[in-house]
C-alpha cells in the first residue's frame, strides 16, 4: 500500500462547479498535512495546511479525518485558474522524523 | 530573501559521467529535501535531512549521495549518471511543522 494515495484524475469541471479531492495516508502517527498546487512544469506550491478542526481559505476548505485517515480539499465556485495538479502531502510518523511524503496528485481541469 | 536556489536549472549528462545538483536556502530551515519527478508522476523522496550532519535516505536513494555539513546547503551527487536518472530534480527546505517551500528545479537529461 502506498504511503499517501490519491486519485490521479484527471477531474473536467465547469466554470462554477464545486469538486472534492480526497486523499488516505497509512501511517497513524502522522503529524502535519498540507495540500500544495503544482502547476505544469514547475515547482509545487503550498495552498493550504490541514487542520483537525477543518480550516477554509477564500474557495477552498481542507478536511481531516484522523479516524479513517483521509485528508480532504473542497474548491467552490471553480475558476479556470484552478486547473492545475493537487498534491497531498503528509509529514510521517511521530515527533521530529520529517519525512515529508507526496501523493502522486491529482489533475484538475476546469472549463468555460 | 532568496528562498531555496538552486542550480543549475538545466543538465545534460552523458551515460556514467557525475555530477552535483546545488540547493541552497536563506531561512534558516532545519529540514531539507531532494525529491524527483518523472513525466506525469508524482514526487520521489530521495533523501532528506533533519539539521546539520543529519541525513537519511527516502524512498528512491539508490544512484545519489547527500551531505548536510551547513544549514544553508544540501547539495545532490549523482555517480555514473543512467537513462533512469532523466527527471526534474527538487529542493525543498521548511522548519518546525510548518509547510516547505521548493525550488524551481534542475531539468537533468541523461544520454
Known amino acids: 500500500r502506498k504511503e499517501v494515495e490519491q486519485d490521479p484524475g484527471p477531474f473536467n469541471v465547469p466554470e462554477g462547479a464545486t469538486v472534492a479531492f480526497n486523499c488516505t495516508y497509512s501511517?497513524?502517527?502522522?503529524?502535519?498535512f498540507f495540500w500544495y498546487r503544482q502547476d505544469c512544469r514547475k515547482e509545487p506550491k503550498l495552498l493550504m495546511s490541514v487542520y483537525s478542526s477543518g480550516n477554509e481559505d477564500g474557495r477552498f476548505t481542507a478536511q481531516l479525518n484522523r479516524a479513517s485517515q483521509y485528508i480532504s480539499l473542497l474548491i467552490r465556485d471553480s475558476k479556470l485558474s484552478d486547473s492545475a495538479t493537487y498534491l497531498c502531502?503528509?509529514?510521517?510518523?511521530?515527533?521530529?522524523?520529517?519525512?515529508?511524503?507526496f501523493g502522486q496528485g491529482t489533475t484538475l481541469q476546469v472549463k468555460p | 530573501n532568496a528562498g531555496v536556489t538552486q542550480t543549475p536549472k538545466f543538465r545534460i549528462l552523458k551515460i556514467g559521467q557525475s555530477m552535483t545538483l546545488q540547493c541552497a536556502q536563506d531561512m534558516n530551515h532545519n529540514y531539507m529535501y531532494w525529491y524527483r519527478q518523472d513525466p506525469g508522476m508524482g514526487l520521489k523522496l530521495i533523501y532528506y535531512s533533519v539539521g546539520a550532519g543529519i541525513t537519511d535516505k527516502g524512498e528512491v536513494p539508490n544512484g545519489y549521495n547527500v551531505s548536510r555539513s551547513t544549514t544553508e546547503d544540501f547539495p545532490l551527487r549523482l555517480e555514473l549518471a543512467a537513462p533512469s536518472q532523466t527527471s526534474v530534480y527538487f529542493c525543498?527546505?521548511?522548519?518546525?511543522?510548518?509547510?516547505?517551500?521548493f525550488g524551481s528545479g534542475t531539468r537533468l537529461t541523461v544520454v
Open positions: 501511517n497513524s502517527a502522522s503529524q502535519s
Open positions: 525543498a527546505s521548511r522548519m518546525g511543522t510548518g509547510g516547505a517551500t
Open positions: 502531502v503528509v509529514i510521517y510518523g511521530s515527533g521530529n522524523t520529517g519525512k515529508l511524503i
